[in-house]
């Protein structure tokens, strides 16, 4: 039987077109990163290859800089107000045949494919009185002109006072599952930041999704964007998605990196049980180039891994922002160091012990452990702008116990450092903007 848990039982790792690629991704490049990924990825659990936003708009990208999304752009549509890939970008979708050759080779590698698309239906269908399949409605009887995207104008929101209108999703998710889509992110769906009296305006429309993915007959992991997400709906998103963003996009500054700890704090009680808070993706390495200005990340070294260590401390989903072949080996190492890795499957827990300016404690535990105590991850930041000691008394830390000794291994490093008492105060030389990730163990 069907259950969006089982779809996705630990957090999704992978890689997505847009923080490189923007609107302009070929499918030339999907299989560059797909091959990439395979070679060297996949065995360390990374597996989803996500094509980003506009593929089935041929001329995405021309107008660049000046303009991101094309105003009244013809997308590729089939006879039923969907979405195609547009061929000029997809040569393999030519004569009807979809995404499905190219989600064929991304299995072919032993990974997973992924699309996203924007909440509704396409104004050029609404505006052409395009037909719906399955019912006698044309896309302008089930389009909400009034509820539409306040960064995109590609879209409008279905009409969710007419039930018929649901029969969209059910077609479109139809034909994704003929394709072979395992993942698909849904965007101005999570907050509709058009409207912020009432952020969480397409509650109906996600509901018809998540229905219209189970009806579709094919597992899909469901991801919502853009953030931040509602938290006065955590039931409903625990109950439909299994991502979902907790911050608008993410890039690569020190002040979002710093402001994610806070997020991740409002969202530590939802983590788990197929559903993971999404801290977006992990802008590494060169970006940007579909924006017209490719460059190197921002972030330092140490605020790079002071990224990966709360995303995986706090079990994110892991999304790689880069153009995987042109990728440098020390970032590589960053992604695949396996002992960081293994917090998004074998640990459960992730709080949030302290935060002041200065510092931020969170810990977690280790699954299959017969006691909590035998197995704590324990993450120590420092986010002055300053080296400094970091440090946490061990019995403020839940499940830590006095007089029991604990053994330390430094996860990064892969080294061990020395036994604790868990009545000790645990202090370490930090850099700025820098993280520890260790390993308490009891001996």
């Known amino acids: 039987m069907y259950s969006k848990n089982n779809v996705a039982p630990y957090p999704p790792m992978g890689w997505n077109s847009y923080d490189y690629y923007n609107t302009m991704v070929t499918e030339e490049e999907v299989k560059a990163n797909a091959d990439y990924m395979a070679r060297n990825l996949k065995k360390y659990g990374w597996e989803y290859v996500v094509i980003d936003i506009q593929w089935s708009d041929p001329a995405a990208g021309s ?14 549509l089939d006879e039923y107000s969907r979405q195609i890939p547009a061929p000029n970008r997809f040569p393999s979708s030519k004569n009807g045949a979809g995404f499905k050759p190219l989600a064929d080779y991304v299995h072919s590698l032993g990974l997973k494919f992924g699309i996203h698309i924007m909440r509704g239906i396409p104004r050029y269908a609404a505006h ?17 002109p009034f509820s539409i995207s306040r960064w995109n104008p590609d879209m409008y929101g279905l009409d969710t006072n007419k039930e018929e209108a649901a029969a969209y999703y059910d077609s479109i998710f139809e034909l994704y599952a003929q394709w072979g889509v395992d993942y698909v992110k849904v965007d101005d769906i999570c907050n509709t930041n058009m409207y912020p ?24 992991v469901l991801s919502l964007s853009p953030g931040p997400a509602v938290i006065e709906k955590a039931w409903h998103l625990e109950k439909y998605a299994n991502m ?15 402001n994610m700890f806070e997020r991740c704090e409002v969202w ?5 049980e197929g559903n993971w808070p999404d801290c977006d993706m992990l802008p590494l390495d060169k970006l940007g180039k579909g924006f017209g200005n490719e460059w190197q990340s921002r972030l330092t070294p140490e605020e790079q891994k002071t990224m990966l260590t709360l995303w995986t401390i706090f079990r994110s989903p892991l999304m790689i922002g880069t153009d995987l072949p042109q990728m440098s080996s020390e970032t590589l190492a960053l992604l695949t160091n396996e002992e960081v890795l293994a917090l998004e499957k074998n640990s459960h827990g992730a709080y949030q012990v302290m935060r002041d300016e200065n510092q931020c404690i969170w810990a977690s535990y280790v699954n299959g452990c017969p006691h909590r105590e035998s197995g704590v991850n324990l993450a120590l930041f420092n986010l002055s702008d300053e080296e400094r000691e970091v440090s946490v008394k061990l019995s403020e830390v839940k499940g830590i116990l006095e007089g029991t000794i604990y053994s330390v291994r430094d996860l990064w490093d892969k080294s061990n450092l020395f036994p604790l008492d868990g009545a000790a105060e645990l202090s370490l030389t930090v850099p700025a903007h820098g993280s520890v990730l260790l390993l308490l163990e009891t001996k």
């Open 63 to 76: 107008q660049n800089p000046k303009v991101q999304y094309i105003p009244f752009s013809h997308f590729c």
């Open 128 to 144: 052409n009185h395009l037909k719906i399949k399955g019912t006698d409605l044309t896309a302008d009887q089930i389009a909400n």
């Open 268 to 272: 530590q009680k939802h983590v788990g």
């Open 244 to 258: 979902w963003r907790i911050t608008d996009d993410f890039w690569d500054t020190w002040p979002l990196l710093k």
């Open 197 to 220: 009296s009432n952020p969480y305006s397409a509650e109906k429309e996600i509901e018809w999704i998540a229905r219209a993915i189970e009806k579709s007959g094919r597992p899909m």
